[in-house]
């Protein structure tokens, strides 16, 4: 049986479960179908070939809906991150000197097949991850760059890198979570299928105690031009550290703590609709995920007691697990200390052990204050933490409280006002009545500790290149051989060529129109014909005469002499 055939065998046998199976298990067994796939693939990726590790060692990787294994992947070292830089800046010196159009066609072919593949690779992510199977789908939509990737969206983040870092003319080194690696593979894998040159793109897999050294070796390697890292601000400022000593390039994507504010003008089922958007989307476990909701006074009550209905009545297939033990204690304990310091439990608040024993109930509470965790830390959970305020000013001093700057959002339906608290924001993104503000064409990045540069859009291609200045001077134009000025030159030449091929044409025929409307003199009689003005077609159906065009006689010539084109008839019209 050849491939095609087997994986569409598999395809079926899982189509086949899928419908034998209720809503209420959307993500049980995916890993069976997964095993299957062509794409799954348990070897890491350098210089164009799938590889182990050196050391021989493998590291699980588990499904967090049930904890059952998805797969394995290389464990690897430093030793093999250093042949992955070599590889990286062998490559670079040929892909460097590509076209940008060899480079898009490359970019194109490798994004059809991604789009091919979708299905495919939203099961293998959903496996990995525990995200839920349609938000796995909805995401597949310098020299040397390291890319250091994380968990929560493990294909967007690598082709919004990659793509970039590729069309501006470098080589990568990919380092994906330790909890999703096996998308990042199967990306890669569909890029070697794209015909994408050996070591232009690599992988290196490890676990979490290989990551760390990884890290450092790439921050301090003089063959890696710049970093790439999307992750919490903790290991963010880590590698700003260790890049210090070789000045190197670095665009850190880093977390927020998001306000949400909802002033009197908003439409109320709007901003319910915006908030369950921002708030849940893959568990809460997104870096633009509203943190802090601030509501104001008189449509407080209104607001809330519709926030909290909806939420309550989530269910099941709307769910997705936390991705690791440490993450699901890390919210459980910042829910017990705001509850400890007094906030009001108005939904969830515990575990969902019915669901997995990585799940944890929608979450809302309300009178947070300052000193809880919730208020000045990142959740990245499904809570919900409302505040209330009195005046905008009072919402833009809680919302610009704080030392992260990624993502904000208001809802107001007073213009005026939407400007005027949009200026004021400290963030690098803002939804004006909308929940979701990630866009492919938009530019991606915060201020503060939230990060540096931007992804997406032309933005995230100049984050991996350097502007050059070049500046030329004191050029015989006409004393260059070879490159831009000779190739223009013999272009301008054929030009001329032909326009003095059709100026002849068109004298001929003015010549010919003339003497039909001019009588010849009389044999022996003086002619006053140099008296005349010697008429000539624009081209365009028109008549001028030398007189028209006398004034740009010099300038003619001397375009002529600069390229040093041989008899000039050009005209300037």
């Not at 989307?281 to 007691?305: H, K, M, P």
Request: aromatic share 8%; net charge negative; hydrophobic share 40%.
């Amino acid at each position: 049986m050849d491939m095609e055939s087997e994986e569409q065998m598999w395809k079926q046998i899982y189509n086949k479960l899928q419908t034998q199976k209720s809503v209420d298990h959307v993500h049980t067994d995916h890993e069976i179908s997964v095993r299957y796939m062509n794409l799954l693939n348990q070897k890491a990726y350098i210089n164009g070939e799938w590889v182990s590790a050196g050391s021989n060692k493998f590291f699980e990787v588990f499904n967090p809906v049930d904890g059952s294994v998805v797969g394995s992947v290389p464990d690897m070292d430093v030793r093999d991150t250093q042949t992955a830089i070599d590889a990286a800046a062998d490559a670079f010196e040929s892909w460097k000197c590509t076209t940008a159009k060899e480079r898009s066609y490359h970019l194109r072919k490798w994004y059809n097949l991604l789009v091919d593949n979708q299905e495919n690779l939203a099961k293998i992510m959903s496996a990995e991850s525990g995200k839920l199977l349609s938000e796995a789908v909805g995401e597949v939509i310098y020299g040397v760059a390291a890319l250091i990737t994380p968990w929560n969206f493990p294909h967007a983040m690598i082709t919004r890198k990659a793509s970039a870092a590729l069309a501006a003319g470098c080589t990568c080194v990919i380092k994906p979570a330790e909890d999703t690696p096996l998308t990042a593979l199967a990306i890669i894998k569909i890029a070697e299928e794209a015909g994408i040159p050996k070591g232009v793109l690599n992988v290196v897999t490890s676990n979490r105690k290989n990551a760390a050294p990884i890290g450092a070796l790439l921050c301090e390697s003089p063959l890696v031009a710049g970093i790439s890292f999307t992750g919490s601000t903790q290991v963010g400022k880590i590698l700003y550290k260790q890049c210090s000593s070789g000045i190197k390039r670095l665009a850190l994507e880093l977390g927020g703590n998001a306000p949400f504010i909802v002033y009197n003008s908003a439409d109320i089922d709007k901003a319910v609709d915006g908030a369950l958007t921002s708030k849940f989307r893959n568990c809460g476990q997104t870096c633009v995920a509203s943190n802090r909701f601030l509501i104001q006074d008189e449509i407080y009550d209104c607001y809330v007691s519709k926030l909290v209905e909806h939420v309550k009545q989530m269910k099941r297939e709307q769910l997705s697990p936390l991705i690791n033990d440490a993450q699901f204690h890390k919210v459980s304990s910042m829910v017990q200390d705001a509850i400890s310091k007094g906030a009001k439990i108005l939904a969830g608040a515990k575990s969902a052990p019915q669901f997995g024993k990585l799940f944890y109930e929608p979450t809302v509470l309300a009178d947070i204050k300052d000193n809880m965790q919730v208020y000045s830390e990142e959740v990245f959970g499904p809570v919900i933490n409302i505040i209330r305020f009195k005046t905008e000013d009072e919402s833009l001093k809680i919302a610009n409280g704080t030392e992260r700057g990624l993502a904000g959002y208001l809802f107001s339906e007073d213009i005026s006002q939407i400007f005027r608290v949009s200026k004021k924001l400290e963030v690098g993104m803002i939804g004006v009545n909308v929940g979701l503000i990630s866009g492919a064409e938009a530019p991606f990045g915060g201020i503060k500790e939230s990060g540096l540069g931007r992804e997406g859009s032309y933005h995230g291609v100049e984050d991996f290149s350097y502007i050059k200045y070049t500046c030329i001077g004191n050029l015989k134009i006409q004393q260059v051989d070879g490159g831009f000025f000779e190739k223009f030159g013999s272009l301008f030449r054929e030009h001329a060529e032909l326009v003095e091929s059709e100026e002849q044409i068109e004298k001929q025929r003015v010549a010919e129109a003339a003497a039909q409307v001019i009588p010849d003199k009389a044999e022996g009689e003086e002619s006053d014909n140099e008296a005349l003005p010697t008429v000539e077609s624009d081209g365009d159906g028109s008549l001028s005469s030398d007189s028209e065009i006398e004034g740009d006689k010099d300038k003619t010539e001397l375009i002529a002499t600069a390229w040093n084109i041989p008899n000039p008839t050009l005209r300037i019209l």
